[in-house]
């Protein structure tokens, strides 16, 4: 081949890969960009997670003592009304 033809394949195919260079260099920053968002919906969602569990503890816990409270209070009455056919 000419020495000038293939200096104008060169260039003509520089020409081309240079548009997809730039656009492959857009893509890697697009997916850096989503890596750091879905980094930060992790933190939040990780955050809502704990708070979340933290309320269902409180709400077992709570519910836990006004059934224990429901029970003995029963448990008293049960016993009082007893213990008045007793005497």
Known sequence: M???LLQALRTVIKEEIEPVKKDLENVKQGLENVKQGLENVKQEL?????QV??????DISTSLSQY???LEEYVDNKTEVLNKRVY
Do not use: A, P
Not at 46 to 50: G, K
């Open 2 to 4: 000419d020495v000038e």
């Open 68 to 70: 224990s409270k429901n």
């Open 53 to 58: 569990k933290q309320q269902i503890i409180k």
């Open 46 to 50: 990780l955050v809502e997670i704990r």
